[in-house]
């Protein structure tokens, strides 16, 4: 049979998406069903004094109306997913009694017969509130004698994280050369094309809840309603719809409105849907990235990095979520470069914004734009190319595995398990044909163009623990069931699971099939994030596969009467050496196994139940690894940019299927060409949002998207035994920083400097002439 893992299967899923019948969870037809609208909060910080439902609960139509008050004995602290001994933590309930601490946290829910008629009934709360104070930024929570993003906190200083090796105190002392800059990254959100949305059914026969979530993480769900909820997680089953419109990190979170939907549900006797509005989305849908990275490096003449000092300030917004972003900057700084000292201080502040989480990327593309922007200012500063002083600085691909002295965010030294890292910026530069864009840049630049080129490399921390789990069993149909816990947002799961099956097997992948994400299919899980799933649940899919193997092949030797080693499959049969004469179907093989006759013993030697079952638990994380390269012309009197090539060197090991992982980078790469260049989230001193639809917030589309040249080294990971690492961020991960580092290039003639991301066209025209001229381009377009 032909070798699945590694080739370009055309994805399953396509065919229904592409033809409308994609099955979303508002597509779910709960009959009965009530529809629920949330009001949130219009205060960025605000205490709740007193709230009438009356005229809301009279509107015809209306079922319920719940205040927080009326929550009680749901109102338990939403945990943080990553943890810290010294956290200074404030709970986050599902929908707070008292006080609010950003605009579009829910403050009262509305069950009606159709969402149209809750959404009228929320026009009918009165909500009296004493407005307090509010924190809108990094800088101003660190204020001295400045606001309180908690009323009842000492401070906004959520946690503080150190990383170090080496003495870099010292090393910067003696530096021969040091170069030091502030650098800001802004946020932004994830806007899956499908919000969030939740619906939940409660059977009082059996006492058990059903909850369809378009989470990416089911178990996790499963595990924290348990708690709050005080009931058995055999009695609560999540399940993510057989198709999520995306969900790039927001969705691994766990939100109020997940407690509040199954209680209600519990509570009327009636099934309840809530689906987030675009709007909700933008105010109370967990983002990203809001980071200030003051960085100092010490280098020798030759521009060999000597120490690396960052001091970053993380906008953790008005809870703690968890501390996996802030966690992997610092981790992700030192990059692919041997950097003896490193010290990363990191300080995550409460603010009064919607809280923090990942968004593709997660922490790793604040990191990289203030490391990259520096290697060009350290060749900018000797007078070097800056494509040398990077390679003079890789870790070189003997050096595997290399010990970087800090720790990764799961807990282990951070230690880079393989990768070619001069190969890789290498055959990106070959490509962009980078001595010739040199020579290019020249002519132009001297007809009075503004041509820049921009590299960025990176190295990616993926395949995060604790463990993921997959089932393997030959159903009463005579197919092959796949069962993984991990949900699927779009990444072609039902297909590269399949692949690895089907390879494990030694079968047909026509045969096999798969479902994700449901609690009751598969007791533990954790979830897809963190480009992870591949890399710990492809060994668990391969090796309970594996075993299934084994137990058809002893079932069909058993009943054909020869040795195992005689069983070859051919399409869904099991022969004797090839011979279909001489064969069972998969069907023949289950009546057999699974269904056997009532009362009547099995075949001597046959084992009851064909079901296998894996869990995979990493030793440590993986590294994947890229390099980004780009040639840019920059308008000095518009700001405007346009990508004139770009190319993407990508290495994530093995791959299961190349042309889903090309989808995966090139669509990572629309990603961070959005933060790059268009996607702010602005909010003003108030903590009032400023974006809170397309009309505000430039959310890059295909037309932006410039045509890409991407390669693939493959640098297998031994830490799993498919060899293979996360793919699903790398496209992102360095985009702002590569263009960052072309639009200053092709200014460096006008000595402008680029600091801050999005480089948007007002930010361009402020570094080249200053803030009056910036806002008066701004107020005239």
């Known amino acids: 049979m032909t070798t699945m893992i590694g080739t370009s299967v055309p994805r399953r899923e396509d065919e229904r998406l592409l033809t409308g019948r994609g099955r979303y969870l508002d597509d779910l037809d709960l009959p009965d069903a009530l529809a629920a609208a949330f009001l949130r909060s219009s205060n960025a910080h605000a205490r709740i004094l007193q709230i009438d439902l009356s005229a809301a609960r009279e509107l015809p139509g209306v079922i319920a109306v719940f205040s927080g008050a009326d929550l009680a004995e749901i109102q338990k602290p939403l945990a943080p997913k990553v943890l810290h001994p010294q956290l200074k933590d404030f709970p986050r309930l599902p929908m707070p009694p008292g006080e609010l601490h950003y605009v579009g946290e829910p403050v009262a829910v509305v069950i009606a017969e159709t969402r149209y008629i809750a959404e009228d009934a929320l026009e009918l709360i009165d909500v009296d509130y004493e407005v307090l104070p509010a924190v809108a930024s990094t800088a101003a929570a660190l204020e001295p004698g400045g606001p309180l993003a908690h009323s009842d906190a000492e401070s906004n200083v959520a946690v503080l994280l150190t990383q170090s090796a080496g003495n870099t105190a010292e090393a910067l002392r003696t530096a021969p050369n040091r170069l030091s800059e502030e650098f800001f990254v802004m946020r932004g959100g994830g806007h899956s094309m499908e919000p969030r949305a939740v619906a939940a059914r ?104 000597l120490a690396v000092k960052d001091v970053i300030e993380h906008d953790q917004g008005a809870y703690c979520a968890g501390l996996q972003v802030p966690s992997i900057t610092t981790a992700t700084v030192p990059g692919p470069y041997r950097i003896p000292n490193i010290e990363i201080e990191l300080r995550a502040c409460y603010t009064n914004m919607v809280p923090t989480s990942s968004v593709r990327g997660a922490g790793r593309p604040q990191a990289v734009f203030a490391m990259e922007r520096m290697m060009d200012r350290v060749a900018e500063h000797l007078g070097l190319d800056p494509a040398e002083v990077r390679f003079r600085n890789l870790i070189q691909a003997d050096e595997f595995p290399y010990k970087v002295g800090i720790t990764f965010r799961d807990g282990s030294p951070l230690t880079y ?82 692949q690895i099956a089907s390879d494990g097997l030694g079968i047909d992948m026509d045969h096999i099939d798969v479902l994700t994400g449901d609690t009751s299919r598969i007791p533990f899980g954790q979830g897809t994030f963190a480009s992870r799933i591949t890399a710990t649940a492809g060994p668990a899919v391969l090796d309970a596969a594996q075993q299934m193997r084994v137990r058809l092949v002893d079932t069909a030797a058993n009943l054909l009467g020869c040795d195992p080693a005689e069983i070859t499959f051919t399409g869904d049969r099991a022969s004797l050496n090839g011979d279909l004469e001489k064969s069972l179907s998969l069907l023949e093989i289950a009546r057999v196994a699974n269904i056997g006759k009532h009362g009547i013993t099995l075949p001597v030697g046959i084992s009851a139940g064909l079901e296998t079952s894996s869990y995979f638990a990493p030793e440590r994380a993986a590294y994947a690894s890229g390099a980004h390269a780009a040639m840019v012309e920059v308008d000095p009197e518009t700001g405007g940019i346009e990508i004139l090539k770009y190319v993407i060197g990508h290495d994530c090991g093995n791959v299961i299927n190349p042309k889903l992982v090309d989808g995966q980078v090139l669509g990572g790469f629309a990603h961070g060409l959005g933060n790059a260049m268009y996607e702010e989230a602005a909010y003003d001193a108030e903590g009032q949002p400023q974006a809170t639809s397309y009309l505000d917030y430039s959310l890059v589309s295909a037309a932006e998207v410039p045509t890409v040249e991407l390669f693939h080294i493959h640098s297998p990971s031994p830490l799993n035994p498919l060899g293979v690492k996360g793919a699903g961020e790398g496209g992102t991960i360095p985009a702002p920083a590569t263009i960052a580092n072309a639009v200053e290039d092709a200014l460096r003639p006008l000595g402008a400097r680029v600091n801050r991301a999005p480089v948007t066209p007002a930010r361009i025209v402020e570094a080249i002439h200053g803030d009056e001229q910036a806002l008066a381009e701004v107020r005239g377009s």
């Not at 987030?276 to 060999?304: K, L, P, W």
């Open 417 to 498: 398990d393989s990768g070619d890292f001069p190969r890789l910026l290498e055959g990106t530069l070959d490509r962009l044909g980078y001595a010739e864009a040199r020579a290019e840049q020249a002519k132009l630049r001297a007809e009075g163009r503004y041509i820049g080129i921009g590299i960025a490399a990176y190295v990616e921390g993926c395949g995060l623990g604790p463990y993921e789990g997959a089932k393997v069993r030959l159903t009463n149909t005579g197919r092959v069931l796949v069962t993984l816990a991990a949900a699927g947002q779009g990444q072609g799961y039902e297909t590269v699971y399949a």
């Open 202 to 305: 409660y059977e009082p026969a059996t006492g058990q809840l059903t909850i369809w979530d378009t989470t990416q993480s089911p178990h996790y769900a499963r595990q924290q309603l348990s708690v709050i909820y005080e009931m058995a997680e055999d009695d609560i089953r999540v399940i993510a719809p057989p198709d999520v419109g995306g969900g790039f990190g927001p969705k691994a979170q766990f939100y109020g409105e997940e407690v509040v939907i199954p209680w209600v549900a519990k509570k009327l006797r009636r099934p309840v849907k809530w689906v987030e509005d675009r709007q909700e989305n933008f105010v109370s849908a967990m983002m990203e990235r809001s980071q200030t990275h003051r960085i100092e490096v010490g280098f020798d003449d030759d521009g060999m990095l």
